[in-house]
């Protein structure tokens, strides 16, 4: 199991990959090692069948061996007249029948030693708590507030540490810091994809996120992340994901309100272009348009953008930039972005995050005018 998982993941990667390995003429090296793996897997394949071979063969030695004795005890007790040969034939008839049961018996084994493989691998996502099917239904999204949050992964230094953060509804605040700084995590927090080790998420004043019912909750906020995730589908299908006719034209009619239609209908078939598996007929830009859509398309009350404009151009920047300033009373926006030029009139507060901290808080204003708070950030926005 684990030399085919080995061996399946790297054609995956491999093949995933291929521009990059072209451009480096490694095809030689990728091919090498796929030979590799896949041979490593054959021949744990070839073992497994060596095991089971043998053991059938025991198995089988084992039972002629037994039909034997048995018959040469029962002849002896026929001439001995002890056993009629009726009997004799019913005694053999018998341990002919049983013997193919035990011998089953005997080599259930293999599969008992697959399962318990198996189970050891998915060990790690067995032990996982399941998320909170039931809880506090919380039908309106109005603050949000991050209190002394610190969180890690198991055997790792905190990510984040003294998180302190607050958002309400009518709000666009943004979160800037270095790349791998843990602003990505804080998003997954909101989302209840992870739990923090200690402090709390509190909704509306008074609920914490951990006692919110997932499904309710999720109803309330869309996401943007970094790499938007396309299914091999049309642009309906991965806007709307599947809704009913009704609210598939609902959804559309917003985005036409919203002003996504003339960047939509650029596509080939307009809305009913295929996109192909992982969004391969597009282009980075348009592939966070269509996560944008999707995310505005249920109207959410909470919105989080993780890097949601690093592909798009000026332009289509600014439209999205003057589309989140026109939704802002409907909702609140969590913004994370490093093209901090977006952030000049936009953000009501930002935090900047440095060493798994907010190690500033404040306006545009507030971190333009005093350099002395975080340099590298004032002198980008200068630029």
């Not at 270095?178 to 923090?196: A, D, R």
């Not at 239609?261 to 996109?275: A, D, R, S, Y």
Request: proline fraction near 3%.
């Amino acid at each position: 199991m684990v030399s085919y998982s080995l061996s399946e993941s790297n054609y995956i990667n491999t093949i995933q990959g291929i521009a990059d390995i072209k451009n480096k003429n490694k095809q030689n090296f990728f091919g090498d090692l796929n030979r590799l793996l896949y041979g490593n897997f054959q021949e744990m394949n070839y073992q497994s069948g060596v095991v089971q071979t043998r053991l059938s063969a025991s198995a089988g030695v084992a039972s002629v061996l037994f039909i034997a004795l048995i018959l040469g005890i029962t002849l002896f007790q026929v001439q001995q007249n002890q056993l009629k040969i009726g009997e004799m034939t019913a005694i053999l008839g018998i341990v002919s029948t049983l013997l193919p049961s035990v011998a089953n018996l005997a080599l259930v084994s293999v599969p008992f030693n697959e399962a318990k493989v198996a189970f050891n691998r998915m060990y790690e996502f067995v032990q996982i708590a399941p998320a909170v099917a039931t809880g506090a239904v919380v039908v309106q999204f109005e603050k949000l507030q991050i209190n002394n949050v610190l969180f890690r992964f198991a055997g790792k230094r905190p990510l984040l540490e003294n998180i302190n953060l607050t958002l309400q509804r009518g709000e666009i605040i943004s979160v800037v810091g270095e790349s791998g700084g843990g602003k990505s995590m804080l998003c997954q927090l909101v989302q209840q994809f992870y739990e923090p080790e200690s402090g709390s998420i509190v909704l509306n004043e008074n609920t914490p996120l951990s006692a919110v019912d997932s499904s309710a909750w999720r109803n309330l906020i869309g996401v943007v992340p970094q790499q938007v995730h396309i299914f091999n589908g049309t642009v309906i299908d991965n806007v709307c994901f599947g809704t009913t006719q009704r609210e598939i034209e609902t959804a559309f009619k917003l985005l036409e309100a919203y002003g996504f239609m003339p960047f939509l209908e650029k596509l080939p078939q307009g809305v009913l272009t295929i996109l192909g598996e992982e969004g391969v007929n597009l282009s980075g830009g348009q592939r966070q348009l269509i996560g944008l859509a999707r995310a505005l398309c249920a109207r959410p009350q909470l919105l989080i953008l993780d890097e949601a404009t690093a592909a798009l151009d000026r332009h289509t920047e600014r439209f999205v930039l003057d589309l989140l300033q026109q939704l802002k009373k409907e909702m609140g926006v969590l913004l994370i972005t490093h093209r901090l030029h977006t952030l000049r009139t936009l953000c009501d507060r930002i935090y900047v995050l440095e060493n798994g901290t907010f190690a500033h808080v404040g306006t545009h204003h507030d971190l333009m005018t005093t350099p002395n708070m975080y340099s590298d950030y004032c002198q980008e926005w200068t630029i």
